[in-house]
């Protein structure tokens, strides 16, 4: 896992959010930043959304942009649905 700013997040995470990050290039990932000002557009959190189906699949009711207003709150979300993947039977 990679931490950042008392985040940990699995590198898959990153790297799956990063390639719809365009202004990022380079820079650490802050998770508190704004995804939208390092170029997340509506239609890249969608594609994100749809490579982390990798991993996790999100529930239609957190494809929301409020998901997707920061890599903490995206984080959050991708945790909260793996815990709900390790409940089902």
């Given amino acids: 896992m990679t931490e950042t700013n ?4 699995a590198p898959w995470f990153e790297t799956t959010l990063r390639a719809q990050l365009a202004l990022l290039e ?8 704004l995804l939208v000002a390092c170029g997340l557009t509506s239609f890249g ?3 994100v959304a749809d490579d982390l189906r990798c991993w ?3 529930p ?4 929301l942009p ?3 207003r920061t890599a903490r709150s995206l984080w ?3 945790c909260d649905a793996l815990a709900d993947d390790e409940e089902t039977p």
């Fill in 6 to 9: 008392t985040v940990a997040w």
């Fill in 56 to 58: 996790v699949t999100l």
């Fill in 26 to 33: 380079g820079e650490a990932l802050d998770p508190d930043r």
């Fill in 66 to 68: 409020s998901t997707f």
């Fill in 45 to 47: 959190w969608m594609v």
């Fill in 76 to 78: 959050a979300a991708v």
């Fill in 60 to 63: 239609e009711e957190l494809l």
